[in-house]
């Protein structure tokens, strides 16, 4: 997607999406940013690359407060990112560092992270070579992961639709068979599903895929974890 057809959706209050597309060994791919409203700013959930539009359409809405990296995956574009925010924190996987160099002023999120104090909560998927770490804004009730929950429909494109049913994980919310080969510890789940179920889920935005809308999907998320457990 070009930089001039982005476009901010606004899902609900204090939460927006971007909608774009990345390319990989000559295949597309679909890719979203989460933006989240708090009373500090503007948290960049996987942010992706931004056209000057969209950057303006964005402190519109107020301060980019932080830049979050949720997984050792979803950096791509987060180095461009700190050059359009320079004063946004930027929250990063631990061992991140250790894959793509120097992140300046970055902080390695831990369970005593403080995103955005009594608005957004956070877990961490121990244990599994991702890293990864998704966020709950409450305003919205929103759980927001990147690569933890698939959800390919009709609406994605060729190459996408053909490579996640050949897999097994098309049609319906799922985590594709891969993610057992990255499970070097299976005692985290269980805190991690505990974690997500304890919170007043109504809305999963995943980084690839249709948006669930449905007041059990806290259950939709830990359900589909369950077999890895």
């Not at 980019?64 to 004063?87: K, T």
């Not at 955005?116 to 992961?145: C, K, M, W, Y």
């Amino acid at each position: 997607m070009s930089n001039s057809a982005q476009e901010l959706r606004k899902l609900d209050e204090g939460l927006w999406t971007l909608d774009t597309t990345f390319t990989r060994l000559g295949c597309k791919g679909s890719l979203r940013m989460t933006v989240l409203e708090t009373s500090g700013g503007l948290v960049l959930h996987s942010p992706v690359a931004l056209g000057k539009d969209v950057r303006n359409a964005l402190r519109s809405l107020g301060e980019i407060a932080v830049l979050f990296a949720p997984n050792l995956f979803h950096h791509m574009y987060l180095h461009a990112a700190q050059d359009h925010f320079p004063n946004a924190r930027v929250l990063v996987p631990k061992g991140l560092e250790r894959k793509i160099g120097k992140i300046a002023n970055s902080e390695i999120v831990t369970d005593k992270t403080v995103v955005a104090d009594g608005e957004i909560e956070h877990a961490t998927l121990s244990g599994h070579d991702l890293n990864e770490t998704v966020l709950f804004h409450r305003r919205s009730g929103t759980l927001v992961t990147a690569d933890l929950l698939y959800n390919y429909q009709p609406e994605h494109n060729f190459t996408e639709k053909l490579f996640f049913r050949a897999i097994g994980c098309y049609g319906v919310p799922g985590v594709a068979f891969y993610h057992r080969y990255a499970i070097r510890d299976k005692s985290g789940i269980a805190p991690f599903q505990e974690a997500v179920g304890s919170w007043p889920v109504k809305r999963i935005v995943m980084c690839h895929g249709r948006i669930i809308e449905a007041p059990e999907a806290a259950g939709i998320f830990t359900s589909a974890w369950q077999r890895f457990a």
